[in-house]
């Protein structure tokens, strides 16, 4: 039986740099074959994420957001429209069952040319067939997954995958492992993943597992083009959702709901409850999602200026893993505050 790492099992090994500064790093990178981003960050497709304004934010940024696809093919639609207007780049969600054809093809007509198939279970056969229909639609590009192994990776770029997405039961609301015992630590997966879809020239995006800015540096570090974020930006003000306040003034907290896809609060918003594998948690209120967003950006530059990396190409190629024990996962963490 193998063993398999997550994020927290490994550190980054420090090197030689001949860089002057961080902000010499150029952080541009691949989001699928044919679009490039200024920064590797992609807004996860969740209804309490990624709407309008979180495309934009990170649009201005030189990221790219995922609208979701849990409201009406009319009000997703009219979204896409109004961002290809205002000549943002962005993507969009669909399924792979009932209406989503329709979905895509009307996205499409609305100036979306990226298509997510947002499902749990990426290495399945609708998923192929979806991406076979979807690549038969002129101008758009189709992100596929989500998948954690070398053989799901092959089967997805040999349907025609522009990127694929990375990262099963890993999600900080997800319950897949608990209630189903399925997933692959997210280190290993990506290693596995990337290996592949790299012979196919498919970039890949690291979903899942983060929960901080060196969790994102170790998923770039791991050979990923880009990195999905869900909790990293959830309580931002770009978020969709209403601020709630709870407590008493003038000592009351606010909060923005924050909740997974599977989660029975989602599902029965959509008229289902069967197969719950997720969760929601009100979020302490971050204000705006710059903040967060400049942040990562710092951090990353200053990891690649820890392996002497002038780019993310580099950066992959230079980083050498070394595994940590539990003790040095405690002395990772800022030992005054404990």
Known sequence: MNIALTYDDVNIIPKYSELEHRSDCDLSTQFT??????????????????????AIELDMLGGMGIIHRFMSIEKQSKMSNTLYTYNVKFGAAIGVTGDWFERA??????????LLIDVAHGHHKLV?????????????EVVAGSVATREAVQYLCEKGADAIRVGIGNGSLCETRIRTGVGIPQVTALL????????????????GGVRNIGDVCKGLACGTDTVMLGSLLSGTKETPGTIEKIGEWPNEQLYKK??????????????????????SKLIPY????????NDIKDGIKSSCSYVGASNLDEYSTLVEFIEVTRAGQVEAQPHLLN
């Open 258 to 279: 924050y909740r997974g896809s599977a989660s029975l609060d989602s599902k029965y918003d959509r008229g289902e409850e069967k197969n719950v594998e997720g969760n």
């Open 192 to 207: 596995d993943c990337v290996a592949v879809a790299d012979t196919f020239g498919c970039p890949t995006i690291a979903d």
């Open 105 to 114: 093809q009307e996205l499409v007509k609305n100036g979306c040319n990226v």
């Open 286 to 293: 971050k204000g705006k999602a710059r903040r967060i967003l």
């Open 33 to 54: 074959k044919n679009i490039r981003l200024k920064i590797p960050v992609v807004s996860s497709p969740m209804d309490t994420i990624t709407e309008l304004d979180m």
């Open 128 to 140: 192929g067939e979806a991406i076979e229909r979807i690549k038969n639609i002129q101008g758009v």
